[in-house]
């Protein structure tokens, strides 16, 4: 697994840790977390404790969590994963309802793209977001992603978008 933090001018990022688990246990069950990414039926602390234990112990994905360096709180994701729908690694974010729309999302994610992009397991990225997600949508074309189709995942009609190393500046 990978293992970097990044500092930005906000910020703290740091890989996911099995202590994280309550933080995921907020964030998976907003309301934004399941519309926009699905009810990963994770209902109590135990739950979250397993299913943080599942993503850390997997070498397909990589996490990490911003954290506001102010408060100290935990306020978003930005993940890596191999899906088996995907011929290469999905780059994705999610961030508490709160925290939406203040720039912390490309804040957080940018530091990250970039490292992962000059990774050479990693020269390209794919982001999957649902059509109704219109805030990831316009957060990936910020970030240099390029629109390359729809396509159907878990039954919801999303978007495909994708970056390369050799497009990112």
Not at 4 to 33: Q, V
Not at 150 to 164: F, P, Q, R, T
């Amino acid at each position: 697994m990978i293992q970097n933090s990044f500092k930005t001018k906000r910020l703290l990022i740091e890989p996911l840790k099995i202590s994280d688990a309550d933080f995921i246990f907020e964030l998976i069950n907003t309301d934004t977390w399941i519309r926009f990414i699905g009810d990963k039926k994770i209902y109590s602390f135990s739950d979250a404790v397993n299913y943080t234990e599942l993503i850390c112990s997997s070498p397909e994905r990589h996490y990490w969590v911003a954290i506001d360096e102010k408060t100290l709180k935990k306020i978003g994701i930005i993940t890596v994963i191999q899906r088996d729908y995907l011929p290469v690694a999905d780059f994705g974010f999610a961030f508490l309802p709160e925290f939406q729309n203040s720039g912390f999302g490309f804040e957080a994610t940018k530091p990250v793209l970039e490292f992962i992009l000059n990774q050479p397991e990693f020269p390209e990225l794919l982001a999957t977001t649902m059509i109704e997600n219109r805030a990831s949508q316009k957060l990936l074309i910020k970030l240099g992603f390029t629109f390359v189709k729809e396509m159907i995942v878990d039954n919801y009609a999303s978007y495909c978008y994708s970056i390369s190393s050799e497009k990112e500046n």
